[in-house]
């Protein structure tokens, strides 16, 4: 057990000689810059920082497309300025009003993803696009018969970011304090990048269906997205109007957006250290190009179409700051001295899953389905299927194509509500719960047709499972409080165990590897590792050797057989290959047109002759 | 670790914090005047007359030797029409140790932004068209404009609409911009003080092209006058236009903007025939002075509207105050300033002198009412003492 | 005259082999299936001769001529249709308008009005439901009008993919019987099929897979009675 | 106290610009306004359907078609331009002229579209959809600024006048008043349409269209050349943008390089308001787009009219998430 030897580490902080470094060169910009135009551009390019990172929870971190994210730094520029001015006569301290600006614009953020939750995609993008244009012309007309926003004049003459009394007057100043922020919310980035929601926003981005069925509640963490995105957006608005010292309509205009999309794409969508440069790099890109006029622009997009086409991960897409040592994937010796192990984990790794004994217990049924029925179009995909699942118990659902059996597993994960019939779990109803929610009470899955977070590494991957055991909110992720450590820890623990049961296969430098380069076999056991790592009691495991050859699929199905045995898992399993199925399971059902045709022992499904039939199809004239 | 980086970074903030400023330098280390304003994005066509226009003016200067024979350089300095670059744009003038004067930013929220900036480095700046009232009112001395305010044509214009065209009802439309707001109140204002009791006002989208929608409720009030706030003559060409189409009898009155021959009566054709407009020069087409301006600009960039005869008198302005204040061998920015104050009836191509009251506002402007007349613009009023 | 052959075809999805050292030929008028359990690589036999995946060794002639390479479209061209999957009938195309479809790249409106004729012959309920859409249609009408779109390009050769599947067991019969009157007319077809049992008894030939390779290869009736095909479907990996 | 008066006053703002109009000043207004809406809402329907043909087939935004429609424009005023002699008289028959805008705008927009998807798009057929957006921003923005570059930020002008005889310029019924250039917008927009539809519905490739938008890979089976099927809808709704373009021009006598940008945000909502991906639904999305502009002006105020449109647009998008005519696109697990 090295388990102290995770205290020590930063779990996920940015590290310490990379912050000294970024401190340093931010603390020396100002001397090193010619003349105070280029400390105003590189104050710029903290604020463009700010911006796109907002950008980058929404867009980047959970992928959602936000066209109304400058209404945000709009709504932060106007509330500075309605509160720091002597429009209203309002003079609030500044270490007061960033935080109000912030919040203000996190509520209309909330307010938005809340009213556009139903829609999804390009239809999100209009929603928010619609967004933008009404807050735009609000601001642009609201300045009668009040005046709120100065219409076309904007609101000039705002006060100075005052601090503790000290006053920020010169470039010099206003650079320091842009880049405090800056620095800040690099930082939080970060912080929530390596946290659960980091990573529930990851795995929502990569395959929303999955992460629901790994129990991430996809409807909040989107709204939470719009919220922390917002709330960046409109503490930049803040800064911004403090510094400009008036807020005007067109400060907030469909270019800027752009702008800060093309530095999100540029620097590879998720990517805080590209984004970062994207920032930087397009904040003083046009300041040189200013004397050319149209020019620039031309420039400008023929770069994006460009790049698109050639570079579509961005400019730091794929290239990591540290240079990485590439490690391939050398399956072959391995395979070999996996094949002789017997079981995968062989103790010789940090984490070991405490055992659990388990068995059949035929007294207690875990799950029950009760004349379940799905209809879709007037076809009965499946048709009132009755059954009980012991404890402890590995039962096989054999069946030709199209028999219903990954429906019925759509139907107990919450996928599909069922048309009729009910589903009881452990004693509980969940007919009708969300997938997350269902994996919550106990119930994980696997998916027929791989659907792993692919472009999350291997320890990522099983971490996002544990996302409905944890709770760590907002704060304690940014403030890293003790509970968020331990719970993060936990996590770690967790899903380096359940990667530990493969052994070799998954752990060591594979931790690192991404799951898009993993082998097709390998795939399939991070999948099942990444159910086993929600800690649930039944796994539904759709075709668990498909793609495996013969050595994999017996190594597969003993190893399925000792989670039973060792940790005491009760499974569901689709199998096509029956000789798996005939070792493996204590009961088999089969199905056909979603109907249970048969029932009972292996030998007795397979010997039956309706099961015969579904497979070799009925003889003509024998109806 | 941690302490050493806090004491590091507070000393370098201490540092950092006393800052200097002020240039003074020999002429021959390179002069040079900066343009600022809405280059390209959606005002890019006045912006670029302006530029044209300033561009005439330094060449002209330049091919007569220069000022104390050095070349005279022109910088641009494209703000989109957008505050956050226009602040951008006067820090780098600012920084930029050869420049020593600014014409623009001709659009006042940009100004606005940019003011306490070009103070704070004296460098002088002379719009062309920034007409907000209050950004000479701040008490800034290097702030000039050749323009003439938001509050100096609308109240001449109020009364010429109320007394001179004794009209009892009137509709005022406005595109959501500074200057376009600001008149239009003026006028409403002027209005109500006159007694004119039926007053109706809208809004409209500044280059919208269909005004159709606003002009059937506009129709529907059947006004006497059509009192139409709008930054460019394509606007005010389109708006009589549709006006006359759907039927609306009511004379129609534009702003400054109108006062383009070939974008506002050529474009209408034949629907701005009896409209009347206001604007604070005379006819630049029957300036003698500036037939050779006019001459010039329209055989290399086209046709001419509004924005550019003051941009080529400002900057020729500019030239003179630096050519004073170089007369030495040395120039600095605080004698390009003073020089500038001391402007007096400098006769340009505008067709009135120009003199800086001690705001930097135009001094004893007028109000040139004109009426389109068989194509072409016909002086009716000049009202004076605003 | 041999319509089809398929010569030593390995395919590869990635790293996994998907087929190995398949053999199939087809002679013209005959009706052969493709048998096999899940998985077994039917589909995917069927998307190499369409081209949709591309062969990593060996070739499928057509006619004599090499077709592997070839994109789709042409060789959909040179007169091999398919009854696809799950029908994949047009939903919001009316029933006229897909059939039209099925004769895309034909330019003889005489022909295609007789071949119309004769798909109305085959299936004369498709015939009431002209103008319908595709989506209103029931599981054995869309089985009927992907049958009739595919026979409208006038193919030499016709390939199924899975008529059975997704159909309730009298409209799997009577697609069968549909399948047999066909081909009695003429076209040759390439069935690949899991139900074994109908399959045979209406074909001339069956070729068994089992995990990419081809296990069986006999007269129908030869295979209907093989005690191996039991073993195939039921013991695999 | 004061406060909340002017509070009220400020809310009954949003409900009438400045004082309540009686209901009889309202409903004189409302034939005319109908008469606005329809015209420029046959425009925003032609812009949609641009939008909704590539997204029916490609699935995604091309925002790049405001953009399309703003070179329509210019292509109209220069065939225009070319046609007219130095005193403003025309080379050719009105009518002929205006034919000719008409469909040079179309033919060369049409080829514009084809080249957009040809090096843009199509290089990027199988990357994320952020990815193809970002392509579609970089080619607007080389396209705006490529004509600003080209011909200047100067508003070009169409002199219509001498297109048309006097005495057919502008008919009176009753109060209304229509005049030829709306008649002509409204009529070619209507007629575009009906040829569209046409096309679509009965010819060949027109199915063969519908086909690749519902079921690419079933297409490809029938021998459809889906890459020609997608060149073939970048072309068409290219044209219809750009007859847009020429259209306006005739109608509003006024093209910048700008005007892509509202003329595509228009087009876009209308399209989504519809149903995108629906052809009828872009038609339909487009007049209601535009009579609600009209109605809006009379209703409440001229400054809000974008104001309710947007929030119409939001509004049926939360109670019909796929729009008007749209079809619910089903979940595939």
């Given at each position: ?623 | ?279 604070f020069a005379p006819d630049i087409y029957k300036i003698p002075e500036a037939a050779h301006y006019v001459k010039v600009y329209e055989s290399k960039y086209g046709s001419l509207s509004g924005f550019g005869p003051p941009a080529y008198d400002a900057t020729n302005i500019l030239l003179n105050a630096m050519e004073k204040a170089a007369a030495d061998g040395d120039i600095t920015r605080k004698e390009v300033m003073k020089y500038m104050a001391q402007t007096k009836n400098y006769r340009g191509i505008l067709g009135f002198p120009i003199t800086f009251d001690k705001k930097g506002d135009l001094l004893g402007g007028a109000t040139y009412i004109f009426k389109v007349v068989g194509g072409d613009f016909k002086l009716v009023k000049v009202a004076k003492g605003m | 005259m041999r319509i089809l052959e398929l010569i030593d075809v390995d395919v590869f999805y990635g790293k996994i082999q998907a087929l190995e050292d398949i053999q199939v030929h087809i002679e013209e008028k005959e009706l052969v299936c493709l048998l096999g359990g899940n998985a077994s690589g039917k589909s995917t036999t069927l998307k190499t001769i369409l081209g949709v995946v591309k062969p990593a060794r060996g ?179 | ?333």
């Amino acid at each position: 057990m090295a388990l102290s030897s995770l205290g020590q580490k930063k779990i996920g902080d940015i590290p310490l000689q990379s912050l000294v470094l970024i401190l340093a060169v931010v603390v020396v910009i100002p001397w090193i810059m010619p003349n105070n135009y280029w400390i105003r551009i590189a104050g710029n390019a903290g604020l463009w920082i700010m911006l796109s990172l907002g950008l980058n929870v929404v867009a980047g971190f959970a992928g959602l497309l936000d066209l109304g994210y400058v209404a945000f730094y709009a709504i932060g520029g106007y509330t500075y300025a309605l509160l720091c001015s002597g429009h209203w006569n309002i003079h609030l301290p500044f270490w007061l009003v960033v935080p109000i600006c912030a919040l203000a614009a996190s509520a209309c953020g909330w307010g938005l993803g809340f009213t556009s939750l139903r829609v999804s995609g390009d239809y999100l993008a209009i929603v928010t696009l619609g967004f933008a244009e009404i807050v735009r012309l609000l601001l642009l007309n609201l300045d009668r018969p009040i005046n709120i926003t100065g219409g076309p004049n904007g609101l000039p003459d705002l006060d100075f970011a005052h601090i503790f009394g000290f006053t920020f007057r010169t470039v010099t100043q206003y650079y320091y304090l842009v880049m405090f922020f800056a620095l800040l919310v690099i930082l939080a980035s970060y912080r929530l990048k390596r946290s659960r929601l980091g990573r529930g926003w990851e795995a929502l981005r990569e395959d929303e269906l999955a992460a629901d069925a790994m129990g991430v509640n996809t409807t909040y963490m989107k709204l939470l997205a719009f919220g922390i995105g917002a709330s960046i957006a409109g503490g930049a608005g803040a800064v911004f109007a403090s510094w400009q010292g008036g807020v005007f309509p067109n400060n907030f205009g469909f270019s800027q957006l752009v702008t800060v999309y093309c530095m999100l794409i540029l620097g590879g969508v998720g990517n805080i250290w590209g984004v970062i440069l994207a920032a930087i790099i397009l904040s003083i890109l046009p300041e040189a190009l200013r004397e050319y006029g149209a020019f620039r622009m031309i420039g400008y997009g023929l770069l994006l179409v460009v790049l698109m086409a050639l570079r579509p991960q961005g400019i730091l897409g794929e290239i990591s700051l540290r240079p990485k040592r590439k490690k391939k994937e050398v399956e072959e010796p391995e395979t070999l001295k996996a094949a002789e192990e017997l079981f995968y984990g062989d103790g010789s790794h940090d984490f070991v899953k405490p055992l659990k004994k388990g068995k059949l217990n035929k007294d207690r049924v875990l799950l029950e389905l009760k004349d379940l029925t799905m209809i879709f179009g007037g076809l009965h995909a499946v048709d009132r299927l009755s059954l009980k699942v012991y404890e402890g118990e590995i039962l096989s659902i054999i069946g030709p194509n199209g028999a219903g059996k990954t429906t019925v597993f759509n139907l107990i994960t919450g996928i599909y509500p069922p048309t009729s019939g009910h589903i009881i779990f452990d004693g509980k109803e969940i007919t009708g719960l969300k997938p997350h929610k269902v994996v919550e009470k106990g119930v994980a899955r696997t998916f027929q047709t791989l659907r792993l977070f692919t472009n999350m590494t291997v320890l990522e991957n099983a971490m996002v499972a544990q996302h409905c055991r944890t709770k760590s909110g907002l704060f304690s992720i940014l403030f890293r409080l003790p509970g968020f450590l331990k719970e993060e820890e936990r996590i770690e623990r967790v899903a380096k165990e359940n990667l530990g049961l493969f052994g070799a296969r998954l752990t060591g430098f594979r931790y690192k590897q991404k799951a898009i380069n993993l082998s097709y076999a390998n795939r399939r056991r991070l999948e099942i590792a990444r159910a086993l790592a929600t800690d649930s009691r039944l796994i539904l495991l759709d075709e668990p050797s498909a793609g495996m050859n013969p050595k994999e699929t017996e190594e597969i199905t003993r190893f399925i057989r000792n989670l039973r045995d060792k940790y005491g898992y009760t499974f569901i399993i689709i199998e096509h290959k029956l000789n798996v199925v005939r070792t493996i399971s204590d009961r088999v059902i089969a199905l056909d047109y979603g109907k249970k045709i048969a029932e009972g022992s292996y030998d007795e499904v397979a010997d039956n002759e309706y099961v015969v039939q579904a497979y070799l199809g009925r003889k003509k004239g024998r109806v | 670790m941690k302490k050493v980086l806090l004491l590091g970074l507070s000393v370098c903030l201490i540092i950092a914090f006393s800052t200097i400023n002020g240039y003074a330098a020999d002429v021959s280390k390179g002069l040079s005047i900066g343009a600022a304003g809405p280059f390209t994005g959606p005002a890019a066509a006045p912006g670029m007359e302006i530029f044209n226009s300033i561009k005439i003016a330094v060449d002209e200067k330049n091919a007569a030797g220069g000022i104390k024979g050095v070349k005279v350089k022109l910088v641009m300095g494209d703000d989109a029409g957008d505050a956050a670059q226009g602040v951008n744009v006067a820090e780098k003038f600012c920084a930029d140790k050869t420049m020593y004067g600014v014409i623009g930013p001709p659009m006042s929220n940009v100004a606005e932004a940019t003011l306490r900036m070009y103070a704070q480095c004296n460098l002088t700046c002379i719009t062309t068209a920034a007409s907000r009232p209050d950004l000479t009112e701040k008490g800034y001395h290097h702030f000039f404009r050749v323009n003439a305010r938001d509050d100096a044509h609308g109240p001449a214009v109020g009364h010429f609409i109320a007394e001179d065209l004794k009209a009892k009802s009137v509709y005022v439309l406005n595109t959501k911009d500074t200057y376009s707001q600001g008149y239009a109140d003026q006028v409403v204002a002027t209005l109500k003080k006159l007694g004119v009791k039926k007053i109706w006002r809208d809004t409209i989208v500044a280059s919208a092209k269909d005004y159709s929608s606003v002009l059937t409720r506009v129709k529907a009030k059947n006004p006497d006058v059509l009192v139409v706030g709008a930054k460019t003559a394509p606007d005010h060409a389109v708006m009589v236009r549709q006006m006359r189409e759907l039927g609306i009898k009511a004379i129609y009155f534009g702003s400054e903007g109108a006062k383009d021959k070939k974008d506002f009566i050529q474009a209408s054709e034949g629907a701005a025939e009896g409209a009347y407009l206001n604007h604070f020069a005379p006819d630049i087409y029957k300036i003698p002075e500036a037939a050779h301006y006019v001459k010039v600009y329209e055989s290399k960039y086209g046709s001419l509207s509004g924005f550019g005869p003051p941009a080529y008198d400002a900057t020729n302005i500019l030239l003179n105050a630096m050519e004073k204040a170089a007369a030495d061998g040395d120039i600095t920015r605080k004698e390009v300033m003073k020089y500038m104050a001391q402007t007096k009836n400098y006769r340009g191509i505008l067709g009135f002198p120009i003199t800086f009251d001690k705001k930097g506002d135009l001094l004893g402007g007028a109000t040139y009412i004109f009426k389109v007349v068989g194509g072409d613009f016909k002086l009716v009023k000049v009202a004076k003492g605003m | 005259m041999r319509i089809l052959e398929l010569i030593d075809v390995d395919v590869f999805y990635g790293k996994i082999q998907a087929l190995e050292d398949i053999q199939v030929h087809i002679e013209e008028k005959e009706l052969v299936c493709l048998l096999g359990g899940n998985a077994s690589g039917k589909s995917t036999t069927l998307k190499t001769i369409l081209g949709v995946v591309k062969p990593a060794r060996g070739r499928v002639e057509f006619m004599g001529d090499k077709i592997s390479g070839l994109p789709t479209g042409k060789i959909v061209q040179r007169g091999v249709s398919i009854v696809p999957e799950n029908r994949r009938i047009f939903p919001r195309l009316t029933v006229l308008e897909n059939l039209e479809l099925g004769a895309y790249l034909r330019n003889d409106p005489r022909g295609i009005s007789q071949d119309m004729e004769r798909v109305f012959n085959l299936f004369p309920r498709i015939k009431e439901r002209l103008k319908q859409y595709g989506a209103t249609l029931s599981g054995g009408e869309q089985q009927m009008l992907a049958m009739g779109r595919a026979l409208m390009s006038r193919p030499k050769l016709l390939l199924m993919d899975e008529p059975s599947m997704g159909l309730a067991p009298v409209l799997v019969e009577n697609s069968f019987e549909i399948i047999q009157r066909v081909n009695r007319e003429g076209v040759t077809i390439f069935v690949v099929e899991q139900n074994a049992n109908m399959a045979l008894s209406i074909a001339d030939r069956g070729y068994v897979l089992q995990l990419g390779k081809i296990v069986l290869h006999d007269k129908a009736e030869n295979l209907l009675n093989n005690e191996m095909m039991k073993k195939a479907y039921l013991a695999t990996g | 106290m004061g406060k909340i008066r002017d509070w009220f006053s400020y809310l009954s703002h949003f409900v009438y610009a400045e004082k309540l109009e009686s209901m009889d000043q309202i409903l004189q207004q409302i034939p005319q306004q109908l008469i606005n809406g329809v015209t420029v809402g046959g425009v925003y329907a032609l812009i949609a359907i641009g939008y909704t043909m590539v997204y029916g087939i490609l699935f995604m935004l091309n925002f790049a078609h405001g953009e399309v429609y703003m070179i329509g424009g210019f292509t109209g005023w220069w065939v225009l331009h070319l046609l007219t002699n130095s005193s403003g008289g025309l080379l050719l028959n009105g009518f002929i002229v205006i034919i000719l805008m008409i469909l040079f705008a179309m033919a060369l927009t049409g080829a514009l579209g084809m080249g957009i998807e040809r090096f843009a798009y199509r290089p990027l057929r199988n990357a994320p959809r952020m990815n193809l957006l970002l392509s579609a921003l970089g080619v607007t923005i080389v396209l705006r600024n490529l004509v600003l570059n080209l011909q200047g930020a100067k508003i070009r002008f169409f002199h219509t006048s001498a297109l048309i005889p006097k005495s057919i310029q502008v008919f009176h019924i009753g109060g209304t008043v229509i005049s030829f250039m709306r008649l002509l917008v409204i009529g070619v927009s209507i007629g575009l349409m009906a040829i569209l539809t046409w096309f679509v519905k009965e010819t060949k490739m027109g199915k063969a269209m519908r086909a690749t938008a519902q079921d690419t890979e079933a297409a490809t089976f029938m021998g459809i050349d889906v890459n020609r099927i997608i060149l073939l809808t970048f072309l068409i709704g290219s044209a219809l943008g750009g007859a847009a373009g020429a259209l306006v021009g005739l109608l509003f006598t006024q093209v910048d390089y700008y005007v892509g940008y509202v003329a595509g945000l228009k087009g876009f909502t209308a399209a989504v308001l519809g149903g995108i991906g629906s052809i009828p639904g872009a038609m339909v999305g487009g007049f209601i787009l535009g009579i609600v502009e009209s109605l809006a002006t009379t209703l409440i105020s001229s400054t809000y009219k974008d104001v309710v449109s947007f929030i119409i647009l939001i509004l049926v998008l939360l109670i019909r998430p796929w729009g008007i005519l749209g079809e619910k696109a089903p979940e595939k697990v």
